[in-house]
T-cell receptor, first 113, second 112 residues
């Protein structure tokens, strides 16, 4: 089944403790992206990647890192999480062509205490 | 950044009624996509309309696009309780490459 898999689904951590949210897709998509969703602010793009070893900042990249060493994986790294990074995170992927639709993961609810 | 603004923010209707939600955007676009999000879950693609199209249908969904007004509408006919969700439009800006941005959505509630 074609899907984008995020893990974990829920995560509670404390300020400053490094964490990684994993994202994997099995559709051989070139493009992958991370979004965060906050009440009243909609979905905001954090980082995206056009292909292996090609990443770029989205609208709210501060405090986040990503890597794209393999085509299928696009982990989101929070080196030193802070409470304002408490949010619902989504990974998404699609074919490179601009008209293609995005496939979303099920989301990761992160709470930073 | 270019993003669609959905209107209304919230909509409550009875099962069987039609639901219409609107999207406005600011710049020229290549296409516009609509997505649905069930509570707390990932977005699911519903339909894509290209800038040279005026209307598109998919099952009970009808999407229109008016590029002169920079607006789109999504009509769900004969709504069901299972249509309860948030709906987002995502305009793809001309020259914006692969970037796809989302607004805050329309929260639709279909009551029995």
């Amino acid at each position: 089944e074609a899907q984008v898999t995020q893990n974990p689904r829920y995560l509670i951590t404390v300020t400053g403790k490094k964490l990684t949210v994993t994202c994997s897709q099995n559709m051989n998509h070139e493009y992958m992206s991370w979004y965060r969703q906050d009440p009243g602010l909609g979905l905001r793009q954090i980082y995206y990647s056009m292909n292996v070893e090609v990443t770029d900042k989205g609208d709210v990249p501060e405090g986040y890192k990503v890597s794209r060493k393999e085509k299928r994986n696009f982990p989101l790294i929070l080196e030193s999480p802070s409470p304002n990074q408490t949010s619902l995170y989504f990974c998404a992927s699609k074919q490179e062509e601009a008209n293609e639709k995005l496939f979303f993961g099920s989301g990761t609810q992160l709470s930073v205490l | 950044s270019q993003q669609g603004e959905e209107d209304p923010q919230a909509l409550s209707i009875q099962e069987g009624e039609n639901a219409t939600m609107n999207c406005s955007y600011k710049t020229s676009i290549n296409n516009l996509q609509w997505y649905r999000q069930n509570s707390g879950r990932g977005l699911v693609h519903l339909i894509l309309i290209r800038s040279n199209e005026r209307e598109k249908h998919s099952g009970r969904l009808r999407v229109t696009l008016d590029t002169s007004k920079k607006s789109s509408s999504l009509l769900i006919t004969a709504s069901r309780a299972a249509d309860t969700a948030s709906y987002f439009c995502a305009p793809r800006r001309t020259g914006g490459g692969n970037k796809l941005t989302f607004g805050t959505g329309t929260q639709l509630k279909v009551e029995l």
